[in-house]
């Protein structure tokens, strides 16, 4: 059974950081690219951040670059993002995802989401 399981949300004040990981399980987890997503209510899930299988590749959404970094370590089957001057609207519940696929519109596999709140 594939779990992705996400930790290091929180609430921080504008300009300050988190850093969330997502641990996976039940996968190999160096087959996949990583995703970080995100999504505030009434809104649709909005793609933040994408990593290939090694590493060698990321993604970032046009709001978080030069701010957000996706990173990996295989050995620890864990994929993080750095969040740095955070602004409010970076309030959402962010969640990790996995895909054989780099670039993939659709992903397997889904955690449960981690809040991150901004305050301004």
């Known amino acids: 059974q594939v779990q992705l399981v996400e930790s290091g949300g929180g609430l921080v004040q504008a300009g300050g950081s988190l850093r969330l990981s997502c641990a996976a399980s039940g996968l190999t987890f160096s087959s996949y690219a990583l995703g970080w997503f995100r999504q505030t209510p009434g809104k649709e899930r909005e793609l933040v951040a994408v990593?290939?299988?090694?590493?060698?590749?990321?993604y970032y959404a046009n709001s978080v670059n030069g701010r957000f970094t996706i990173s990996r370590d295989n050995a620890k089957n864990t994929v993080y993002l750095q969040m740095n001057s955070l602004k409010p609207e970076d309030t959402a519940v962010y969640y990790c995802?996995?895909?054989?696929?780099?670039?993939?519109?659709?992903?397997?596999?889904w955690g449960q989401g981690t809040q991150v709140t901004v305050s301004s």
């Open positions: 990593i290939s299988w090694s590493g060698e590749r990321t």
């Open positions: 995802a996995a895909d054989r696929v780099y670039g993939s519109r659709t992903y397997d596999y």
